[in-house]
């Protein structure tokens, strides 16, 4: 077991995991027709993925510009997340006023 950890191998697991979610999601939103589009958990998904990428390069030795690439995106999709998540909030606080 000690292998899985010593150099961030668990790191790799989790990243197919996070990839092999998204598809299932992505599929049961197809196949049973959620609403509210991919977005609501898109964001969320791609903000976690950036940031253990983002640990693996730098436990992997990776140049210092992959990591700020993969921090900026993580931002980016974070902000997104806040976008979709608050966007409701927001509306209705201005029908209110």
Known sequence: MNWLFAG?????VILVLVLCEGVLLTLLHR????????????ATLAAGFLLM?????ALGGAAPV???????????????D?????????????AGS
């Open 8 to 12: 961030g191998r668990i790191l790799d």
């Open 53 to 57: 990428l983002a640990l693996r390069l």
């Open 31 to 42: 196949r049973l027709g959620w609403s509210g589009g991919v977005g609501k958990w898109a």
């Open 82 to 94: 806040l976008r979709i998540r608050l966007s409701p909030d927001i509306r209705t606080r201005r």
């Open 66 to 80: 992959w990591l700020a690439l993969c921090l900026l995106g993580s931002l980016c999709a974070h902000l997104a």
